[in-house]
């Protein structure tokens, strides 16, 4: 592993030369707009299958994910840029330079979210009902995307000597993602800087690759419509809370010193759990005679 521009040290895995994109007729092309693209057709892929699943027509959720592709984008780099506003405000039009980086799933998320209130209400669809086969979808982009962070050797946590722990070369970091905690830790080899720090990327795809197992697996016995959305936001924020507050990262509310995707997960984590409860309490009851 000696001179690996990345390694998970105590599982025997290196990269020598972690490459960060591919050069086409002289125009390079980013691996991180490569997976994000691989886990949108991924993501449609699925939700249309559980679509036709369902008896429904799948041809309308790629409809919906053609404006929800686009407006998710235009979310999840505002949500950044909000947040991030002292690193735009001088340069307003590097606002625009997505191949710098800079987006922020959460503000995707909204985007869909409210992409699909509008297009449901407009075709006379049940919102509900869609975002059960679509949530589908979206964490199976979720879990395909987080790759593309690797590649950019980006969304990883404090230091760690875990099972799990990446070691970095430092060169190929952004120092804004560097504290104290992962400084203070710096491994130098060879006159070679490193640091070694929480996969977090990792962690969030392994997190969803099993949250849409359960899913997949309890989609057939759900009590009403909406309930594998909730169910979605709700593991969804647990995991992201925990991850989140992990990270070195982090997008701040402004003022407060909170993470502010933290805040949000504990939102939606405490929301949906109230929802899930009260439906299904319906549900059981209705299906007693009872209401």
Known sequence: MEGADISFVHLGISINHLQNGISIFGFQIAYYGIII?????????????????RGQDPDIYLDFALYAIIFSIIGARVYYVVFQWDNYKGDLLQVFNLRAGGLAIYGGVIAAILTLTIFTRLKKLSFFSMADSGVL?????????????????????????????MRIKRSLVNDNMLNAQVLDHQIIENGVEYIQVHPTFLYESLWNLGLLCFLLWYRQNKKFDGE??????????????????LRTDQLILFGTGIPVSQA???ILLLTAGAILAIQRRRAELKSRGEV
Do not use: H, P
Request: net charge positive; charged share 15%; glycine share 18%.
């Open 37 to 53: 693209g691989l886990g949108m057709l991924a993501g449609i892929w699925v939700a249309q299958s559980d679509a036709k699943r």
């Open 137 to 165: 979808g979206l964490v199976t982009g979720q879990i395909i995307g987080r790759w593309g962070n690797f590649f950019n050797c980006e969304a990883f946590g404090r230091y760690t000597d875990s099972l799990l722990a």
């Open 228 to 245: 594998v959305w909730w169910i979605y936001l709700f593991g969804y924020g647990l995991g992201r809370f925990w991850i989140e507050g």
């Open 264 to 266: 949000l997960s504990l």
